[in-house]
C-alpha cells in the first residue's frame, strides 16, 4: 500500500483522509503461510504535523487459513488498527533528537514523496491474529484413532479410549477378572 504524500508534505496543520484497496502479500504466521483472499482495504487519515506524518485508521481484509483442530480451510476476516509516525529521513531536526526518547523509537522514516505502509499494516494484522485458527467454536475436530473429521460424521472406531502407555495394566485387569 502506497500513498503519495507529495501535496500533504508541503500543507503543515492538513489532512486527508483515503480509502485504499490493494494486494497484501503472504504472512508468516508460526512458520505457516497465510495468503489473503483478495485485496485488503485501509480506511486511513495522514495528518501533516508540521514535522512529522501522523497515519491512523483501520486495515480489513480476509486470510485463507486452516482450522487448528479440523484442518478444513476457511476464511478469517481480519480486521487491525493503524496509527503510525512517520518522519523525513533527511530532517536534521529528528536526526539530531534524543534517540533514547521513547517516542521516536518507534517513529518510521521515508524519503521522496511516497509512504510504503504495507510493512506496518502487516505488523497490525499480525497482532490481532488469534494463537489458533478454529473454523468455529464448537468444532469437534478430528478422531486422534482414525483421522475422520467429526464435524462431517461419527468415526467407527470403538467408544473405549485407552492410553496406549497403560494398555498393558488393562489387559491385567482382564486376566484377573476370569
Not at 523509537?105 to 506496518?120: A, C, K, N, R, Y
Not at 473405549?160 to 498393558?168: A, G, Q
Request: aromatic share 6%.
Amino acid at each position: 500500500m502506497r500513498i503519495n504524500v507529495a501535496d500533504l508534505k508541503k500543507s503543515p496543520g492538513e489532512s486527508i483522509e483515503l480509502e485504499l484497496s490493494s494486494p497484501l502479500p503472504e504472512l508468516e504466521f508460526h512458520g505457516d503461510r497465510l495468503s489473503f483472499d483478495g485485496p485488503a482495504r485501509a480506511f486511513l487519515e495522514i495528518s501533516n504535523t508540521g514535522k512529522t506524518l501522523l497515519v491512523e485508521g483501520e486495515v480489513k481484509g480476509t486470510l485463507e487459513v486452516r482450522c487448528a483442530r479440523c484442518l478444513e480451510p476457511f476464511r478469517l476476516p481480519v480486521e487491525a488498527t493503524l496509527s503510525e509516525v512517520y518522519y523525513p529521513a533527511d530532517s536534521v531536526e529528528m536526526v539530531v533528537a534524543d534517540p533514547a526518547k521513547e517516542e521516536y523509537q518507534e517513529w518510521i522514516p521515508f524519503s521522496g514523496d511516497v509512504l510504503d505502509i504495507t510493512p506496518e499494516v502487516l505488523k497490525s494484522i499480525l497482532l490481532v491474529l488469534p494463537m489458533r485458527f478454529l473454523c468455529d467454536e464448537g468444532c469437534r475436530g478430528l478422531c486422534p484413532r482414525c483421522g475422520q473429521n467429526l464435524n462431517v460424521a461419527p468415526c467407527a472406531c470403538s467408544g473405549e479410549d485407552v492410553d496406549p502407555r497403560l494398555m498393558i495394566l488393562k489387559d491385567m485387569f482382564k486376566d484377573s477378572n476370569r
